[in-house]
């Protein structure tokens, strides 16, 4: 190979590697911007988690797994008797109870005589409930919860200060919850996301 084949060669080389080089930055800071971006969103959903806990209220829920983030603080109950609503010894101090009923695949069926209890929990009690799903909401108009007409695509209702705060369908839009969270929600994450959100957004506690 002659002087200037060598030359030549050399010179594409160089340009090849800096070609090279420069993709592997633009992939880098591309990664790095997405990643930020993640981080960002991901703390939207972290800050309402972390106002619902500093309402030190006292958070359960019943039906399905919620699916929610791992960091969000609620316990399991199995039914709605006082010994289950009173929680366990050494609970953490609160100042308002929360029940969310997640029925989001219609596998929690509630009797007329516990959708009355919690009406009463609501009324009397100042609890907040939340009804995630569709399947009970007839037996909740039929205990009194609420009386106006709503959509068949209603998938989401919450009742607040002893019954006088109320809002159909507060989980159904679930473009609340920051995009890049969203598109890795399942279905039956999508609601749960969106009422932790709502939730700090309308103050419902």
Avoid: C
Wanted: net charge negative; hydrophobic share 40%.
């Amino acid at each position: 190979m002659n002087a200037k084949r060598l030359i030549v060669t050399m010179v594409f080389a160089i340009i090849l590697i800096g070609f090279f080089i420069w993709i592997i930055g633009v992939f880098i800071d591309d990664a790095a911007r997405k990643n930020r971006i993640w981080r960002e969103q991901s703390q939207k959903v972290t800050d309402a988690m972390n106002y619902i806990d500093s309402k030190k209220y006292d958070v359960m829920f019943y039906g399905d797994e919620l699916n929610a983030p791992k960091a969000f603080t609620a316990r399991r109950i199995n039914d709605f008797d006082p010994e289950s609503l009173t929680g366990p010894d050494g609970l953490p101090e609160h100042v308002g109870h929360m029940i969310i009923i997640n029925d989001i695949n219609g596998n929690s069926p509630i009797e007329a005589g516990e959708w009355n209890r919690l009406h009463t929990l609501l009324l009397h009690e100042n609890y907040v409930i939340i009804y995630l799903g569709s399947s009970q909401l007839k037996k909740m108009q039929d205990a009194g919860f609420f009386f106006d007409v709503y959509p068949e695509s209603t998938r989401s209702i919450v009742f607040w200060d002893s019954g006088k705060g109320m809002e159909i369908g507060f989980a159904d839009d679930a473009s609340i919850v920051p995009e890049v969270v969203r598109e890795g929600l399942t279905p039956e994450q999508l609601p749960v996301y969106t009422m932790i959100m709502k939730i700090q957004k309308d103050h419902y506690i």
